[in-house]
């Protein structure tokens, strides 16, 4: 509610695995169906911060419900889920990613999803060579994942 009256979705503040935010999710799906970006995008950078901030990477069931959560194949949401499999699938040497997204639970995911299968492939295939996978929570921007088109500036960036 309080963003209907703020404009602003308050900040996570429990461990992203915690029940509590879950909702969050939720309104993400409605934001779709009345077709609200803006809101859309806010989830998605509560999301983000909170990842960033508790260092946490979203485990397969996690990944499955936000996926779940992604009413469209290209929204947001969407391409959030398949940059952070790719992030786990690149960078498991290097990171705890491995240790919190065990790859088996990754193969189960994607064998069970067609269409983040193929977002997978899309993103991996756009990624340049020789170029690590950065974790989609420490990007300067978040705009890979916002509702706007690939052409129009990014109007999170102009407020």
Known sequence: MQWIYSGQIPALHSHPEDSLDWPLFDLYV???????????????DACLDCMK????TPAADSLQHMHD????????????VAALVCYVLCT????????????????????NNEDLRLQVCKTLRAHPNGKVFIDP???????????HAVTDPCPRSMK
């Open 53 to 56: 901030k508790c260092n946490w």
């Open 69 to 80: 959560c992604s009413t469209r194949k290209s929204s947001g949401m969407s391409r959030l």
């Open 92 to 111: 498991y040497r290097y990171s705890n990613a491995e240790e919190e997204c065990p790859r088996g639970e990754l193969h189960t995911l994607l064998g």
């Open 30 to 44: 409605l934001a779709d169906k009345f077709c609200i970006p803006d809101l859309m995008d806010q989830i998605l």
């Open 137 to 147: 929570c420490e990007r300067a921007c978040y705009c890979d994942f916002y509702e």
